[in-house]
Each structure stands twice: as C-alpha cells, then as structure tokens.
C-alpha cells in the first residue's frame, strides 16, 4: 500500500512539473475558453441573437440599479444607460437611420458615446469612430468612406472647428450634422424610452457587419476603415472574462479607461465590460495629472492604457495617490519591457493584461502576467498552442529597403528563420475571407495577402509586425514593418534598441529609427532621448556609450542622438517615428516635420571615439562632403 502511495505521489509530482515548465493547463484552458466564445455566438445567432444589445439587456434586468457608468460629471445605472439608449435609438429612426447603416462618430470619451453605441446595436446599426484629432482631408476622407448619413459632433470647441473647417466638403458628402450637447439631451428627453420596434431590428443580424467600425491610425497615408465584426466581438466576450478573471455584477470589478473610444483598445474593453455585467469608468482624455484621482474616485479595480501612458506616469513625482487606490490589473498593448517591473513596483498594481492585436484582428496574442517570467513579452504560448500554432504563426524574413519578402532565387518560396530569431508574423489562412478586409477598401486588402509564400498555392495574411517567441513560448515585439532598418549590412530592430536605452538611468523614453546619410549606404541609427530634468545636467555621454557598446551589437549601437524635450507621439499613445525619420540629422531640416523639436540638440558617435559628443553643422557638412566615414 506504501509503494502504491510512493508511485501515486511521484507520478503527481511528475506531472506537476511536466504542467509547471509546459504550461499544458494554460493551453488547454486557452482551447476551451476560445471554443466556448465560438459555441456561444453560434448558440446565439441561431436564434436571431448574435448581437451583444441582448446581452446588455439581460445585465440591465438583472442588475437595473447597479452603477454602469461612472463619469466625473454623473454615474448611471444600468436602467438610466437602457433607458436613455432607447430614446437615442428613437432619435436615430426619426432622423431616417436604416437596419444595417453605418453612423459617424466624432466624439471625446463621454458616457454619450457608449450610450449611442449601445442604441445603433439596439436597431441593428454601427458607430463609425473617427479620430476627433483629425481635420482636413482625413477627416472627409474617413467620413466618406464610413458611409454614414449622420453624424454626431462633439460640442468640444475645437471639435467643433476642425469639423467647421470642412463643412462644405462634408455637406458635399450629403451628412447630416448633429452637435452632442444639452440642446441634444433636451431632444432625446422627448422621445419614447423605449427601443424601436420592440427591438426587433437588433435579431438576425450578420456575423460579418460591424458592431464597430474603426480606423488604422494612417501614420504613413490616409486611415483605413475596418469593421469589428458581430462574431469576432460577441466570441470573444468569453475569452476576456476567463483571461481577466473578472467579477460581474454589484460590487465586482470596474474598469477605468481615459483612453480615446475611438481606439479599439479602449472602445472594445468597455464595450465588452458593459455586455459582460461589469462596471466602467470613464475619463476625457489621458492626463497625468487626474489619472490616479479618478481611479481612486472611481474605485475602478482594472485601467486600460495604450502606448507609452506608463512611462508617462512614472514619470511624474511620486504621490500619495500611487498606491492608494484598489487596481489589481492594468489591460492594454504597448507596455515597454524596460519600465514593466518598474511601474509594478511603484503603483502596486500585480497584473498586467498585455495583448498584441491590429485593428484587422488576424493576428493576436495575450499575456496575463503576475510576475517575472512573462514579464515584458506580449503573449506566451505552451507546448501545445506552439505545436499547433507552429505552421500558423510563420516568421519570414523582410528586406529592410523594400518591405518585402526575402525569397530564394531558384525556388522563388520565402525564406524562414527559426522562431527565436522571428520575423515579419504571417498567419496561414483557409482562404481570402479569413480576414474581412477593410471597408471599402479592395486594394489595400490585397496587398495584406501573400501567396506562394512556401508551396504553390499557399495563402498567408501579413501581419505587417515583426515579432521573435523564445523555445519556452514567450513572446516578444521587434519591429512595425518599415521601422526596422539596415546598417553596416545587418538589420536594426529599433524596439530592442530601445529597450536596452530605456534602461540607462535618468532616460526617460527612446525612440530609435534610421536615418540617411550622405555616401553611406543603408541608415545610421539615431535615438532620440528624453531624459529627465534631474539627470540632465550631469547626463553621462561617455558612460552612455560604454553602456550601448556592452549590451548592444556593434552595428546597433545608435549613432546619433536627438535629446528631446517633447517626445514624437501619435494620438493614441504610441511613438512616432515619421517626422523625426524624415528630417534626420540634417541641420537644416530640423524643425521641418516636427516643429516642437525644432530646437533639440543633436549628438553623434564618431568613429574611434569613445563618448557622444555635440553634432554641428559642420560635422553634418564633413559627412556631406564625404570627409568623415562612419
């Protein structure tokens, strides 16, 4: 009896390990949570209901009086979120919106916008949610494609401006206009609270139409438009609720996002949160200032962030607001590896819910991290998610001049390094209605798709990252497509270079991209550095460059540095890399594409030397007249 309790034990034993270093339990529960998602949406659409309205619905009779939206201006409750989506639904048919039409948004974060979102679901509509950023050329372009007859405006002022300034383009599109404003709220208060046609409108809807259409953010060219399909929303709900462990209902979890709606980050979560019987919480806009008063006001248990928000607030002086405040999880995409375990350690907050995904969602990993093994990748795969995702999630190898697929000469197929060294992802797909394509949009999803890639016949959708996976399934980002650049022969993944500059004490951010110079072929590498205002005036140029030269290869080490003080970011968070690209480390275009750093100081490493000093003009001038070789 003794043997067989020793042979009982020891098998357990063996079996805990073989699960602790594979993760076969995480995989499994991976498996089953994402097959769930997909029974569910089928469960439901066959019976008319795979629109997540009847899902709010059914949180709002379960829990009428529980606080749906917290906003520093008024909380609603779920009753007040159902009642008010009615009368919006309402207005929306009297100003002639049809089953299965698009409506523009272009609004800042307000409980408005999740609540007219919730009333176009409830007649079988879609927001189209366009950058309140955007003015000009982009902005009628993004209108026009959307399809929209309406139109919500913001009462922001400058909203109001941007869209003033292109009012006769916009009337052209044949838009109705409408301010969301007291006048609004006085309108809607006149409308039956109850949904149209007993919300007939909202059943049979297709998995493919949008539950929202979003937008690429068009850093190099005009935005793209990109439906996130009924299916893809309402099959996910049950993977995020199991990865996120979140508690539903009176006094369970709230979720707090100051991210813009218009951002599928921020959008999709809240979203998902309200359908799911969970609590949000909603901020203007992101400010290090009211960040951690309104997750403390709030009470909110989860935030949102996208893009570099973490540095941001690391980077402000300590307060007695850091910890006091009940976050467990922080969800999002974009946290730095260089700061992960930093912003842990300040702010106390023990999970991180970091995903990588697109808007064209083919393509996504996640990785919910409690700790220092997964601490800084983007996703983690066991065993059995990397046998069976080994011949799926394929890196390639790119040409950093073109962006194209380095093939072989004789057999034309792609080359493919191992998973360690990574490449650009491409996902093998069935076929072309994998990925639904961007709205409108013909060209531009075709050139997403690659054929022939490793065999006659075959199709891969281009993820357009490049990415490496550790042989433990970690999973870590390298480069966007066109960052990465080539110098002295070998590729630079700007990323990585970051990282390891993010960690010298007193820099702040790194932002690295290659830059022309004159009679050298590829692109020196520049980083552009903001550095804190207590370490600047005794900032070690020497110790810095002994420090990249030790942890960096030779060619990677930066070149040039940019000391900044207003980092290059888009409108959702991220670096930019483009204007500070474009000008280089030409003194005379400095300025030019970021006007904001038209007074930054250039540094260089040349060749032989052994700290970074000054770059002038006629150091940049030597580099012209082919005297100096780097």
């Not at 399934?473 to 110098?487: A, I, K, N, P």
Request: include cysteine; aromatic fraction near 10%.
């Amino acid at each position: 009896m003794a043997l067989v309790a020793a042979s009982v034990a020891g098998a357990a034993t063996g079996a805990a390990y073989l699960n602790a270093k594979f993760h076969i339990t995480k995989d499994l529960s991976t498996l089953s949570a994402l097959r769930q998602g997909d029974r569910n949406y089928a469960t439901a659409a066959a019976k008319g209901k795979g629109n997540v309205w009847f899902l709010f619905e059914d949180v709002a009779r379960r829990h009428p009086d529980m606080t749906c939206i917290w906003t520093r201006e008024a909380l609603y409750t779920c009753r007040g979120v159902v009642t008010l989506a009615a009368r919006y639904a309402q207005f929306f048919r009297s100003k002639g919106v049809q089953k299965g039409e698009v409506v523009a948004f272009y609004l800042q974060n307000s409980a408005d916008f999740l609540i007219a979102w919730l009333a176009l679901l409830s007649i079988g509509c879609a927001p189209a949610t366009v950058n309140y950023n955007l003015t000009g050329d982009a902005l009628v372009h993004c209108l026009k494609i959307s399809g929209a007859r309406l139109f919500l405006v913001d009462e922001d002022e400058g909203c109001q401006a941007r869209v003033e300034e292109c009012k006769t383009k916009i009337d052209e599109l044949g838009m109705e206009r409408v301010t969301v404003d007291a006048t609004l709220a006085q309108t809607l208060s006149s409308f039956p609270a109850t949904v149209p046609e007993k919300g007939k409108l909202a059943r049979n809807m297709a998995g493919e139409y949008p539950a929202i259409l979003l937008y690429t953010s068009g850093t190099t060219g005009m935005p793209k438009a990109c439906a996130f399909t009924m299916a893809r929303l309402y099959s996910g709900l049950t993977y995020r609720r199991g990865s996120i462990n979140d508690r539903t209902g009176p006094g369970g979890d709230r979720w707090y996002s100051c991210m813009p709606l218009y951002h599928g980050t921020s959008a999709i979560a809240m979203m998902v949160s309200l359908v799911t019987g969970v609590s949000v919480a909603l901020g203007k806009r992101f400010s290090v200032r009211h960040f951690w008063q309104d997750i403390h006001d709030s009470e909110s248990t989860v935030f949102v962030y996208v893009g570099e928000v973490a540095r941001y607030l690391l980077a402000a002086p300590p307060s007695p607001l850091d910890r006091d405040h009940r976050v467990r999880c922080m969800y999002g995409n974009g946290l730095r590896p260089d700061i992960w375990e930093k912003f842990r350690q300040r702010f106390g907050v023990a999970e991180v819910g970091e995903f990588f995904n697109s808007t064209e969602g083919v393509f996504g990993l996640f990785n919910h991290n409690r700790g220092p093994f997964s601490a800084g990748s983007v996703g983690h795969h066991g065993l059995l998610l990397r046998l069976l995702l080994r011949n799926v999630y394929v890196p390639v190898a790119i040409d950093p001049y073109t962006g194209d697929v380095l093939r072989d000469e004789k057999t034309g197929f792609a080359e493919r390094p191992s998973h360690e060294t990574g490449g650009e992802i491409l996902v093998n797909i069935p076929n072309e209605e994998a990925f639904q394509g961007y709205w409108k949009n013909q060209d531009a999803t075709k050139k997403k798709y690659l054929r022939d890639v490793f065999r006659k016949g075959d199709l891969y959708y281009r993820s357009g990252d490049a990415l490496r996976r550790q042989s433990d399934g970690r999973w870590y980002f390298l480069d966007r497509l066109g960052d990465t650049f080539r110098w002295k022969s070998e590729n630079v993944a700007t990323a990585e270079v970051a990282e390891v500059l993010g960690h010298y004490p007193g820099i702040q951010e790194a932002n690295v991209y290659g830059v022309l110079v004159p009679h050298h072929e590829g692109r020196a590498g520049c980083a552009a550095l903001q550095i804190s205002p207590e370490a600047k005036s005794k900032f070690d140029y020497r110790d810095l460059a002994s420090y990249a030269r030790a942890r960096l290869p030779k060619y990677a080490v930066p070149v040039f540095l940019r000391i900044v003080e207003n980092p290059s970011h888009i409108h959702n968070h991220k670096q930019n890399k483009v204007p500070l690209r474009e000008e280089g480390v030409d003194p005379e275009k400095t300025g030019q594409k970021a006007p904001e750093g038209a007074e930054d100081q250039f540094y260089w490493l040349p060749p032989g030397e052994a700290e970074y000093r000054e770059f002038r003009k006629g150091d940049w001038g030597g580099l012209v007249d082919g005297k100096a070789r780097l």
